[in-house]
């Protein structure tokens, strides 16, 4: 958590809450030590979640794609400071795409917390944030792997992923995450390379990074595909996008009845508005950018902090039974 943060109203309440919560923890637990009854355990304060981030409006602010989260105002909660793991993937190996910023940070920093090794993928221009990442893989005590490159080009893929098996000794969880988003008002303006850049980043790509893990994968381990909100519900100036999103999202169920037989389960995650690069280099218009997750019911954006349990759960072997699944995550709006 950046010090800019500290200082907005929504932070302020949060530590005031938190506060209040360890008092109550430490008087709970002497109590239960007074009574000659067995420890008890700290409680978890109740939050709001209506008031624990940030709410629009919010600072007009562009960046050249792809986008630092690192200079975001204010900056994305991924839960540096918050996730706390239980051992829920202690051994796994996962390979994140997207893994330096925004949803799939808050994934891989939730994954080593929660005891496993982690690949990422990001762009080279993106390196400053993928530091910070791979710092707290390690200060989780776990490998950290860093795998930058183009998923447009299918031979990085293949090596992708080789080098991910190299370098973590197996892979398990495999989480297809990596987008580029670009507003356009019009179809017209949609140039081919736009709409060429989409297919392949958001689909070309996990089709060839899936494909080459299918191999490596063993009975229990699962494939994470992150689609939107907007592939049920699209926003009329995300045309190419919204496109990606829905075929992400029947890829995802197909594939699932394919290879449930094997062992191997394959769900996805529909996110509604979250507060991250892809929003800000590109992503939406400064109109849109300005009031972002207002028209939820919650009244603003997801942090990428709230999807890290999600992206765990279904990675994880408490979600035996789960596959071709798709998770949603909207503040209230939107399917799932
Ligand atoms: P983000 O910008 O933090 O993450 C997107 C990542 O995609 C980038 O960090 C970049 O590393 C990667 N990427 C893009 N093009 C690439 C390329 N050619 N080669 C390698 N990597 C490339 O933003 P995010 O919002 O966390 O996005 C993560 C996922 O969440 C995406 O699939 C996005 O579509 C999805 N999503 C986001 C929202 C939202 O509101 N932020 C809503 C629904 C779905
Ligand atoms: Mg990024």
Known sequence: MSSDDNDTPSRR????GLATGIAAVF?????????GGAPARPEVPLRNPVTLYPKPPFPSQTQPWPGLASKMQPRPDHGETSYKGSGRLQGRKALITGGDSGIGRAAAIAYAREGADVAINYL?????????VVALIKEAGR????LPGDIRNEAFCRKLVADAVKGLGGLDILVNN???????????DVTTEQFDTTVKTNLYAMFWITKAAMPHLKPGSAIINTTSVNAYDPSENLLDYAMTKGGIMIFTKALARQVAKQGIRVNGVAPGPFWTPLQVSGGQTQENLVKFGQDTPMGRPGQPAELAGVYVELASAGASYTTGQIYGASGGRGNP
Do not use: F, Y
């Open 13 to 16: 309440q949060v530590m005031g």
């Open 27 to 35: 008087s709970t637990t002497a109590s239960a030590q007074q009574d």
């Open 124 to 132: 080279p221009a993106e390196e400053p944030d993928a530091r910070e």
């Open 143 to 146: 490998k950290a792997v860093a």
């Open 178 to 188: 990596a987008a580029k988003q670009q507003t356009q008002d019009s179809i017209l």
